[in-house]
Nanobody
Framework: QVRLVESGGGLVQPGGSLRISCAVS????????MGWYRQPPGKERELVARHTSAGVTTYADSVKGRFTIARDSRKNATLHMMNLRPEDTAVYYCNAQIVEDGGFYVKDYWGQGTQVTVSS
């Protein structure tokens, strides 16, 4: 079965940088997209960054110019976060959209999340 595991979260001061990673397992997979979402305290989960198999990369307006998503390997993805702000504090979730049933549909898979806290 498909599994996503995030790592690299932690505490960082405002203006600092942090890198979080996502490792995907589950055999041979066909990816439609991979991305990162986050859920700030008391708020709904929101898109942070997403990269599709067609080569399209999308960032939330709030993180443009500060965050970068990258595919480090066939199944892994990394989110590089710079100039972090207190409002970036959230649980960050890795998302993979995987093509199944010969391309009949695309299914979403999620990691357990990793906490990123930006505070002095």
């Amino acid at each position: 079965q498909v599994r996503l595991v995030e790592s690299g979260g932690g505490l960082v001061q405002p203006g600092g940088s942090l890198r979080i990673s996502c490792a995907v397992s589950g055999g041979i997979l066909t990816f439609h997209a991979m991305g990162w979402y986050r859920q700030p305290p008391g708020k709904e989960r929101e898109l942070v960054a997403r990269h599709t198999s067609a080569g399209v990369t999308t960032y939330a307006d709030s993180v443009k110019g500060r965050f970068t998503i990258a595919r480090d390997s066939r199944k892994n993805a990394t989110l590089h976060m710079m100039n972090l702000r207190p409002e970036d504090t959230a649980v960050y979730y890795c998302n993979a959209q995987i093509v199944e049933d010969g391309g009949f549909y695309v299914k979403d898979y999620w990691g357990q999340g990793t906490q990123v806290t930006v505070s002095s």
